[in-house]
């Protein structure tokens, strides 16, 4: 069976995920501390609160549970492509984890990573190659 290659815009989606990794595990956690307070600001809300608020333009309860719900939907988003990585990411060799680590996490540059791992260049670019489209088939795109 031939598998197709992913396209240049696939990889580099792919490449865009990976390497932004960690900061959209920080993001995450952010967008939950809003959507906390958020929360915790409509619960704390009276009823004299409340009614005064029809007495103004648009719903400031309303405004807020729609915020809450906004971000509900980034942290799915952003979920689903983080559980792709760590699915895919605790089933790749340990040879590949390392390279992973230390090119998309770590944003290592290419000499310092092949140093690292005691590879070659034709070798670095060759494990870059054959981990992706394992990363692509978790993310559906293959």
């Given at each position: 069976?031939?598998e197709r290659?992913?396209?240049?815009g696939e990889?580099?989606?792919v490449?865009e995920?990976?390497?932004n990794?960690?900061?959209?595990e920080?993001?995450?956690?952010e967008l939950?501390?809003?959507q906390?307070?958020?929360a915790?600001?409509?619960?704390?809300?009276?009823?004299?609160?409340?009614?005064?608020?029809?007495?103004q333009?648009?719903?400031?309860?309303?405004?807020?549970?729609?915020?809450?719900?906004?971000?509900?939907?980034?942290i799915q988003r952003?979920?689903?492509w983080?559980?792709?990585?760590?699915?895919?990411y605790?089933?790749?060799?340990?040879?590949?984890?390392?390279?992973?680590?230390?090119?998309?996490?770590?944003n290592t540059p290419i000499?310092?990573?092949?140093?690292?791992?005691?590879?070659?260049?034709?070798?670095?670019?060759?494990?870059k190659r054959?981990?992706l489209?394992?990363?692509?088939?978790?993310?559906?795109?293959?």
């Open positions: 069976m031939h290659r992913l396209t240049k990889r580099a989606f490449e995920k990976l390497h990794f960690k900061a959209n920080a993001l995450v956690k939950q501390e809003e906390k307070e958020l915790g600001a409509i619960r704390g809300a009276s009823m004299d609160k409340a009614r005064a608020a029809n007495y333009v648009g719903d400031p309860t309303a405004s807020t549970a729609i915020k809450i719900y906004t971000i509900d939907e980034e952003i979920g689903f983080q559980r792709a990585i760590k699915d895919t605790s089933i790749i060799s340990p040879e590949d984890k390392e390279l992973v680590r230390l090119v998309y996490f770590e000499y310092p990573t092949i140093d690292q791992l005691g590879i070659s260049e034709s070798e670095y670019y060759r494990r054959n981990v489209p394992i990363f692509a088939r978790r993310m559906c795109i293959l």
